[in-house]
């Protein structure tokens, strides 16, 4: 076990939070009961503002950074894991309240670890991460509230993190899917993925009136605002929206009519404080569902050296599907 090993912590600096790569030692890490020796984490967009400084996502300052991190338990102190577990941690704090994954070692809670499924190796763990992870949290949302046979599924901000996988997850699963993107280069990208059409970006993003044309059976959102307020007003009688994101905004400029004209559902999707039942059935859902190959098409995988231009890069929407970040 290396005596010192690299991180990225985020300090404070003048009154601002600022990321730099550091060396730490085990006994620097938190005191919780299990030591994973982290080989790979994410980059989502939460990572991008809090390692650009765009973002004051750390509630507390030093902070190491990452969401998501996955690895194998070297020491624990909890009867439910053992040295040699294949483990993987998403949300729960990290990068917030709690050290993340952006670190050779870290130290956990037992309750946050989720056991790495049969069905994914280390790497393909994190390249589903919180994003896919939330992706299905909303599929199986929205099969649960019911999705109508025969009408369209949207899913906005269809090239990032989420939006990839839950595509992916929609298509695989017999819907009709329809993607929302402001890129029409990555049109072939997502079409690869199960998207039948397209909507541009701009369609959405304009306000519009309080009720619309009735469209979609069903809609995964990861955008929010005027966005997600268009797409309630064009959602279909009786059906649901799940919405887990705010790249636009967290305002909700809409009226109540879609709710008590069309019985139209919004059903918001939280993956930090998810408890494990919840986890379990969408890590079930992404083993039965996500093909490797689509999986292995929107990732890439990058060094930790990476990171500060990554950040960067995910901000200004420049990233295509899912990043992986190798830590060992």
Known sequence: MAE?????????????????????????LPDHEVLVEVAYSTLNYKDGLAVSGKGRIARRL???????????VVESRSPDWQSGDKVLVNGWGLSESEWGGYSRYQRLKAQWLTRLPDAFSLEQAMAIGTAGYTAALCVHALEKWGLPAGREVLVTGAAGGVGSVAVALLSARGHQVTAATGRPETHDYLAALGAG??????????????????????????????????????????SA????????????????????????????????????????????????????????????????????????????????????????
């Open 62 to 72: 030093p902070m190491v950074a990452g969401i998501d991190l996955a690895g194998t």
């Open 197 to 238: 059409s397209f909507v541009a970006r701009d369609e959405l993003s304009e306000k519009g009136k309080p009720l619309q044309k009735e469209r979609w059976g069903g809609a995964v959102d990861t955008v929010g605002s005027t966005t997600l307020a268009n797409v309630l007003a064009q959602t279909c009688y009786g």
């Open 4 to 28: 010192r090993f690299q991180a990225l912590l985020i300090e404070e600096v003048e009154g601002k939070p600022k990321a730099r790569f550091a060396e730490l030692g085990l006994d620097d």
């Open 241 to 328: 929206v799940a919405a887990c994101g705010l790249a636009g905004g967290p305002d909700l400029p809409a009226t109540v009519l879609p709710h008590i004209l069309r019985s139209v559902a919004l059903i918001g999707v939280d993956s930090v404080m998810a408890p494990p039942a919840r986890r379990e059935e969408a890590w079930g859902l992404l083993a039965e569902s996500l093909d490797p190959k689509a999986l292995a098409n929107m990732t890439q995988v990058e060094p930790l050296s990476r990171l500060p231009e990554l950040a960067d890069e995910i901000l200004a929407g420049q990233v295509r599907g899912r990043v992986v970040i190798e830590i060992g």
